[in-house]
């Protein structure tokens, strides 16, 4: 069982940066792929980035390429979602997930996602 707690939402102006922090708890981390959905209002869940176990591959949605970095902390147990360059429709509720992927791989699906936390808002202003 792994619980995973979001934090790090908020409002920021158009072109401005959040960094989104994902804890996790349980000893065994390292065995979860990571992933970062976003759902905003009146859409689906949609995938932003994900990581592998171990951190040597990344993978990103296209409309967040170059502005969005994902990287992880094993020994803090934590998923970080660096986000720059922001736009309004980056707006959302934004979910870290936890899957049992193999050790290079990295799923924007989000059925291959075990866990999930409880989400953080993040809203863009124009």
């Known amino acids: 069982q792994v619980q995973l707690v979001e934090s790090g939402g908020g409002l920021v102006q158009a072109g401005g940066s959040l960094r989104l922090s994902c804890a996790a708890s349980?000893?065994?981390?390292?065995?979860?792929?990571m992933g970062w959905f976003r759902q905003a209002p009146g859409k689906e869940r949609e995938f932003v980035s994900g990581?592998?176990?171990?951190?040597?591959?990344?993978y990103y949605t296209d409309s967040v390429k170059g502005r969005f970095s994902i990287s992880r902390d094993n020994a803090k147990n934590t998923v970080y979602l660096q986000m720059n360059s922001l736009k309004p429709e980056d707006t959302a509720v934004y979910y870290c997930?936890?899957?049992?992927?193999?050790?290079?791989?990295?799923?924007?699906?989000?059925?291959?996602?075990?866990?999930w936390g409880q989400g953080t808002q993040v809203t863009v202003s124009s």
């Open positions: 997930a936890a899957g049992g992927t193999a050790y290079y791989s990295v799923s924007s699906n989000a059925d291959h996602y075990d866990y």
């Open positions: 990581i592998s176990q171990g951190g040597v591959r990344t």
């Open positions: 349980g000893r065994t981390f390292t065995s979860y792929g």
